[in-house]
């Protein structure tokens, strides 16, 4: 921005000799305030580049466009005047049932619908402004129940939305409902009501929102997430009764609200939200008219869709949200929410076709940028997700969230990982001081300068928040995190904060890279402000595996809170200023499930530090009928178990991450009489099975348990303690190596007590010091002395806008179709043609890499003419052609004279009955294919094959690239 008195010259990006004077520009906000989004319009300017534009006046606020410490913050500029406008007329103020406690105008404009059977739909460089209602139907653009409008729905020209501009608009900016294979693209969203880029039913899939803008999207009436909280709490028409609905159920108006994860989102840009930049949740079933298109469960387990270079900053609550679904059930009486309320519980872990008995599929979301979220920079739930290519400055805490069940995940093996990421803790972003909103302060920064600080400059900013896992940060750079008086406790990594739930201690950092940052891992001070009493299980059990020492110092050490004595050694180095120690050791974790009753905390004691009990209150701070319990524990040693209360009746004991005939021993505290049947059984978490269950006999002694293989317990009754050795049988690899349980499933010890006391079962001063240990030393502690120049991010994290999908056009002309009109024959790939020269009669087949959309492969099949021309194709599909590659297939002329194993062979990437086979039942009719090798059958593989004389056979389409 340059100041050119009394007006302002803008430097763009981008080429924009097309904007003209007079023309309406909004800039973004680049604070945590959406509301710092100013409208200008534009004047001649003889001297402007073509990159260049001078506006009418100044902005008030800081609009940043610099790319600083790594992370592009340059704020967008949205173009709002189009030549064609269609508008609605308003009244000066809002009337009748529209809503006007809430909205002081008109909220009744106008609206543009799409509905199916339609020839073609396509929108282009229209600008749509007081459009739509708080009504539900009723948006500036809405595609209703069109289906398909893609190939797969037989248009030759996919329907699209290109270069819209909807702003000042009553109810959202483009709504895909029950409708598939749509583009959007180009188009500017400001200043709406309610979520503005809407995919509605959970049902909708292979949708492209591409290099699309949103900015200041407000809260709206219509839908319990659109609502803010006193929307929420006002508005009750939906609920069951006289019940009050809970602020989790809505504040969730988001720019880009995807509701099923097979769409794609590329360049977008989120630029202001009353609650989050993009939100993917996951509808249990389709809801509204959608209702039983898809089965119930599949949109959770469904793989995610193209995510590339999207970006989201100055949203009230978070970037980016993965996580949650809707309610999909009317309300009643048992559950009063109202229908399509937020809901928690519906996690998104995907595999292959959707399937959670098939292999898994990582969800990756590749180049994402977001600054300056008030609240925070993303959370993402699910099973695998990869998170790389990021940037993230001046918000807290990127975290990842495991599916949620016991044990972590119940999506058995996945992790989440973070590559190949940027943090700033402050950046030359600074921000601008009025209007810069609540819960925002202007306070020193670490540069002695002032500038805007989100939660009010006090919360202890993280970069990475360590929680539930696995996960893993990997070649990671954070910069600029400076323990300051307006932000103290600042780190580079920390761990959720109160935090009742396990942590894996597999969670692991490797190839990180710190510059400028005073405390590389905070765990907190027990009593501070926004720590607590650091007294939660997982406050307790924070911890993570530094693989390389590139955060500590010491290659292969694992970091935990310095009070966990079940992972502590004399080998440990003190981290007082990060509440941490240092450690060497196996570790693993146990996983406890307690009943009968449910009230009491469990003391763990490791028999080597019995003066320091770790004492754990349950995962479930209002438990029901049952009560579970994750440490972390040193394997291949002792321990023993105390309680409050009387002992639990029902215990069952999970060894999680223990390798191979790795054990703890574990002696429960019980009164005397009592009595007890213990047994082991394995469990499929994934089936919901068990098997393998044996009764487990008692030993004649303690040494006959220590010698054993965890298939006996002994009863010490001078103690009161039951003695079992939990041990891992069976080894985890390939796909379960980062799993909980082994190859086989989890293994468990179930024991069934028969208590005849109430006695307090706390058998410390009988235990010891008669099962007292010396502290072993753990593993050498290997300090790294090199520097780790490969260390951190390839940085700067800027990614280019094209590449992400390939445009392929695959035209064939069978015998019957030589002559007819239509496109010419022939595969073009991004516009390039593979045409040979002549037209060999038979196959043309262009390979693709489904990675980086390289052609592997030109060749053609004369199988009309040359017997030998089958074996060939076979062969070349089967052997030649590598793993992951797209498959081209074009026909001209006759194809099947000798054509027999080739069509097997197509099969095998796609083809299917009878198309493939068409020129066997009809001479020279026309085929084409878009298929692919692999390990899966991707969504997009099509093949057309009209009835001779109805031809040419055309694909046309856009492929995603692989990762």
């Not at 945590?32 to 402007?48: D, K, T, W």
């Not at 090199?786 to 002309?813: K, M, T, W």
Request: glycine share 10%; hydrophobic share 35%; aromatic share 10%.
């Amino acid at each position: 921005v340059e100041s050119v008195e009394p007006d302002t010259v803008l430097t763009l990006k981008d080429d924009v000799t097309s904007w003209q004077p007079g023309d309406v520009i909004v800039l973004a906000s680049t604070d945590y305030n959406m509301e710092q989004a100013e409208e200008f319009q534009l004047i001649p300017c003889a001297e402007c580049t073509t990159n260049q534009v001078k506006i009418a006046g100044k902005p008030t606020y800081t609009h940043f466009g610099e790319i600083s410490g790594g992370v592009d913050m340059r704020g967008e500029v949205g173009l709002l005047t189009r030549n064609v406008v269609i508008t609605a007329e308003t009244e000066d103020s809002c009337y009748g049932n529209h809503f006007c406690e809430y909205f002081d105008y008109d909220t009744f404009g106008g609206h543009v619908k799409v509905v199916g059977g339609f020839t073609n739909v396509h929108l282009s460089g229209v600008e749509l402004t007081k459009m739509g209602q708080q009504i539900l139907g009723s948006y500036p653009v809405h595609f209703h129940m069109a289906g398909h409008v893609d190939e797969v729905g037989g248009y030759d020209r996919p329907a699209y939305v290109d270069e819209l501009s909807i702003h000042h608009c009553f109810s959202r900016c483009v709504t895909i409902h029950g409708t598939h294979g749509l583009m959007v693209k180009d188009t500017v969203g400001y200043d709406t009501l309610g979520h503005c880029f809407f995919i509605e039913d959970g049902v909708e899939q292979r949708n492209t929102l591409d290099h699309n803008l949103g900015l200041v999207t407000r809260p709206g009436a219509l839908l319990p997430t659109d609502r803010d909280l006193a929307m929420c709490k006002g508005i009750r028409t939906g609920v069951y009764g006289d019940y009050v609905p809970d602020s989790s159920e809505c504040l969730s108006v988001s720019t880009f609200w995807i509701a099923h994860p097979n769409n794609h989102l590329i360049n977008n840009a989120a630029a202001g939200s009353g609650d989050v930049g993009i939100w993917y949740l996951f509808h249990r079933e389709p809801t509204g008219p959608s209702q039983g298109a898809l089965p119930r469960f599949r949109a959770e387990h469904t793989p995610l869709g193209k995510f590339y270079n999207n970006r989201a900053h100055s949203n009230r609550r978070l970037g980016l949200m993965v996580d949650n679904g809707v309610k999909t059930t009317p309300a009643t009486e048992r559950n009063p929410a109202e229908y399509l309320s937020r809901m928690n519980g519906v996690r998104f872990h995907p595999h292959v076709d959707g399937d959670p008995s098939k292999p898994r599929v990582a969800a990756v979301f590749d180049g994402f940028i977001t600054y300056k979220n008030k609240a925070s920079a993303g959370w993402l739930r699910g099973g695998d997700i990869i998170l790389k290519n990021c940037a993230v400055s001046d918000s807290t805490d990127i975290t990842f969230a495991s599916e949620g069940g016991p044990m972590g995940s119940g999506d058995e093996g996945s992790r989440q990982v973070v590559r190949n990421c940027v943090f700033v803790g402050e950046s030359a972003n600074r921000g601008s001081c009025q209007d810069r909103g609540d819960g925002v302060s202007w306070g020193l920064g670490a540069d002695g300068r002032y500038r805007t600080l989100g939660r009010s400059g006090q919360y202890p900013y993280r970069a990475f928040e360590i929680y539930d896992g696995p996960v893993a940060v990997e070649n990671s750079t954070f910069r600029n995190f400076r323990v300051t008086q307006s932000r103290p406790g600042v780190s580079a990594l920390g761990f959720q904060l109160t935090n009742q739930f396990q942590v894996a201690v597999t969670s692991a950092v490797v190839n990180a890279k710190f510059e400028e940052v005073d405390l590389r891992v905070n765990i907190g001070t027990a009593g501070s402000k926004f720590f607590g009493a650091l007294n939660r299980e997982g406050d307790k059990m924070a911890s993570f595996h530094d693989l390389d020492g590139s955060v500590s110092g010491y290659v292969g050490s694992h970091v935990f809170n310095r009070g966990n004595y079940l992972a502590r050694n004399p080998g440990c180095v003190e981290r007082p200023d990060w509440n941490a120690m240092i450690c060497t050791g196996n570790y693993a974790m146990l996983f406890f499930e307690v009943e009968q009753p449910v009230t009491n905390s469990m003391a763990l004691t490791r028999d080597e530090y019995p003066d320091n009990p770790v004492v754990l209150e349950g995962n479930l701070l209002t438990p029901g009928n049952k009560q579970k319990h994750n440490p972390v524990v040193t394997v291949d040693t002792s321990y023993t178990v105390h309680w409050d209360g009387r002992a639990p009746a029902k215990i069952k004991v999970y060894p999680g991450h223990f390798k191979k005939n790795r054990w703890v021993r574990l002696g429960f505290c019980y009164p005397p009489g009592t009595t007890f049947s213990v047994s082991y059984i394995m469990v499929n978490r994934v089936a919901n099975s068990q098997f393998n269950w044996r009764n487990i006999p008692p030993a004649a002694d303690l040494a006959e348990v220590d010698q054993g293989d965890g298939f006996n317990y002994y009863w010490d009754d001078s103690t009161g303690l039951l003695f079992v050795k939990v041990q891992g049988h069976y080894d985890r690899t390939g796909e379960n190596r980062y799993s909980y349980c082994s190859d086989m499933g989890c293994e468990r010890i179930n024991i069934d007590a028969t208590i005849v006391s109430d006695d307090v079962s706390d058998c410390m001063s009988a235990a010891y010091p008669k099962y007292t240990l010396s502290p072993a030393p753990g593993p050498p502690m290997v300090f790294s002395q090199h520097q780790c120049n490969s260390c951190g991010a390839q940085e700067p994290i800027l990614l280019e806008e094209n590449g992400v999908f390939l445009d392929v056009s695959v035209v064939s002309r069978g015998q019957s179709d030589l002559g007819l009109p239509g496109q010419p024959y022939g595969i073009t790939v991004n516009g390039v043609s593979y045409w040979s020269g002549g037209n060999t009669w038979g196959y043309k087949v262009v390979i693709v890499d489904a990675h980086n959309g390289t052609v592997t492969a030109n060749t053609d099949f004369n199988t009309n003419r040359d017997p030998a021309a089958d074996a060939a194709f076979a062969t070349f599909l089967r052997q030649d052609v590598p793993k992951n590659s797209i498959v081209l297939v074009s026909v001209y002329g006759n194809a099947v004279r000798h054509a027999q194993d080739c069509l097997h062979a197509l099969m095998e990437v796609g083809a299917e009955e009878p198309g493939v086979r068409m020129q066997n039942h009809a001479y020279g009719t026309s085929y084409a294919l878009v298929g692919f090798k692999g390990g899966y059958r991707p969504n997009w593989i099509r093949q057309v094959a009209p009835p001779a004389g109805s031809g040419p056979a055309v694909i046309q389409g856009r492929i995603p690239l692989m990762y």
